[in-house]
């Protein structure tokens, strides 16, 4: 049975992640107050993050700067884009 946390970004009721997705007291506190479905809209933030400003998650200062964009996604709701950075839009392409 999954159970249910008041997501603090989302604002509602929903599944609540499995396991603490990162170590510590912050890893907790996402545990304890975010979804999954939040969750993975972080990991696709990070993702970008992470190729945009060519970042290596084994050096410490990478983690850090990803430690803390993650608490302000999170829980703050702010949202960091690299300067210039244009989010892609799909579209279906008409039928031949």
């Known amino acids: 049975m999954s159970r249910t946390v008041h997501c603090a970004l989302l604002k509602t009721e929903a599944e609540g992640l499995d396991f603490a997705p990162w170590p510590g007291a912050l890893g907790q506190r996402i545990y304890e107050q975010i979804s999954?479905?939040?969750?993975?809209?972080?990991?696709a933030h990070q993702t970008m993050l992470i190729n945009e400003y060519r970042l290596n998650p084994l050096e410490a200062k990478d983690r850090?700067?990803?430690?803390?964009q993650m608490e302000r996604f999170l829980f703050l709701g702010e949202v960091t884009h690299p300067p210039g950075y244009v989010q892609a839009?799909?579209?279906p392409t008409d039928p031949a």
């Open 64 to 68: 850090e700067y990803l430690a803390d």
């Open 89 to 91: 839009h799909l579209t």
């Open 36 to 43: 999954k479905q939040a969750w993975q809209r972080w990991v």
